[in-house]
């Protein structure tokens, strides 16, 4: 297949074309404030089964479907007056909610991979208006191949999925570059599933998951091997501690030598947005210059620093 690129330009003739794409059952990717996202129709088992295809997804991991809207999403799940709460304050926003799924929606059963909770979420940028256009509940993944890190650029989607999609539309940078936070608001008191863009602090919730805990409940997403670079990741490690055959991810001063800089102000957002194409960065830093690893230096464990160090845990623990 031979992957269409357009840039998202205001006229938004790309609109018309990838709602057209998404109506025939094809697969679009395309920005949300978070990453790149993968889209496809939810309510086509073609489409769904098209997603998991492209991206090697194990088909046991649940997709996130995404809506324009409170009212959209109440067609396909059932709120609670805590979730709705949450969506009221957050939507359009990095919140996704793991609900109840209404048995009458027609969706893929693949979207929720059998299973009886959908994860749905209401973003902002291009797939926002997307999902508005195509007037159809859009099944999302990040845009990745199953297993490395979530794509933040137009380029990154291309290095993965070149040749397997329909189109990509490309609107520069993820605004926040770390995926969206997930919240179980099935039971008495939401629990986060996977931490994201929007920090515990931001959600203002009393009861909250401890990331670190390992009994906690995660998404299934997070129990696969993820968020991974190909080369060993070391975290925690002060300039002084660095490796010869290391790359250093620097934070809070001056990027030296062959160091990339996440934020040389010490700014977590500004780490975050950086964080992926950093270790895309790395990864190829490292084979071409013989080095065998990442080292990454400290990040508070505050605000969207628990999401930060969440992703890099994960990306030690598989590389590891
Ligand atoms: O910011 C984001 O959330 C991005 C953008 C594109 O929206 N999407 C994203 O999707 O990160 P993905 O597929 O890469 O990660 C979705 C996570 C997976 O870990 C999956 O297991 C979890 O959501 N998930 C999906 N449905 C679920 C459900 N019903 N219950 C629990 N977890 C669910
Ligand atoms: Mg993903």
């Known amino acids: 297949m031979k992957t269409e690129y357009r840039e998202a330009d205001d006229a938004g003739s790309w609109l018309q074309e990838a709602a057209r ?4 059952g094809g697969l679009v990717a395309l920005a949300t404030e978070t990453v790149y996202g993968l889209a ?6 073609d489409a769904v089964a098209a997603i998991y295809f492209a991206k090697g997804r194990p088909s046991n991991n649940p997709l996130i479907v995404h809506i324009p809207g409170l009212a959209a999403a109440k067609r396909l799940a059932v709120f609670s007056d805590t979730a709705e709460e949450l969506a009221n304050r957050h939507w359009p926003g990095p919140l996704t909610l793991v609900l109840p799924v209404v ?22 940028g291009p797939l926002a208006a997307l999902a508005k256009t195509s007037q159809r509940p859009l099944a999302a993944p990040s845009a990745n191949l199953s ?3 979530s794509p933040t650029t137009a380029e990154h989607v291309r290095a993965d999925l070149d040749g397997r999609i329909a189109m990509v539309i490309d609107s520069g940078p993820a605004a926040v570059g ?16 996977r931490p994201g863009a ?21 998404a299934p997403g997070l129990l696969s091997r993820h968020y991974a670079p190909s080369h060993p990741l070391r975290l925690d490690v002060s300039p002084g501690d660095v490796a010869p055959h290391e790359i250093y991810l620097s934070f809070g001063q001056p990027a030296r030598g062959s160091a990339i800089a996440l934020s040389e102000a010490g700014d977590l957002e500004e780490a975050a947005r950086h964080l992926y194409a950093a270790l895309r960065l790395a990864d190829r830093h490292a084979a071409s210059s013989g080095k065998r690893g990442i080292a990454v230096a400290p990040i508070p464990e505050t605000g969207v620093g628990v999401a930060i160090r969440n992703r890099l845990l994960r990306a030690a623990s598989a590389s590891g």
């Not at 496809?40 to 088992?45: E, L, M, R």
């Not at 048995?103 to 902002?124: E, H, K, N």
């Open 21 to 24: 794409i998404i109506h025939s």
């Open 40 to 45: 496809g129709d939810a309510t086509s088992a």
């Open 103 to 124: 048995p009458s929606a027609q969706l893929a059963s693949a979207v929720t991979a059998g299973g009886a909770s959908i994860a749905v979420r209401c973003p902002q």
């Open 147 to 149: 297993g490395t890190v």
């Open 178 to 193: 770390l995926e969206s936070t997930i919240v179980d608001v099935r039971g008495d008191e939401p629990i986060i599933l």
């Open 198 to 218: 929007l920090s515990a602090e931001a959600l203002c919730m009393g009861l909250l998951n401890d990331a670190s805990d390992d009994e906690a409940p995660v």
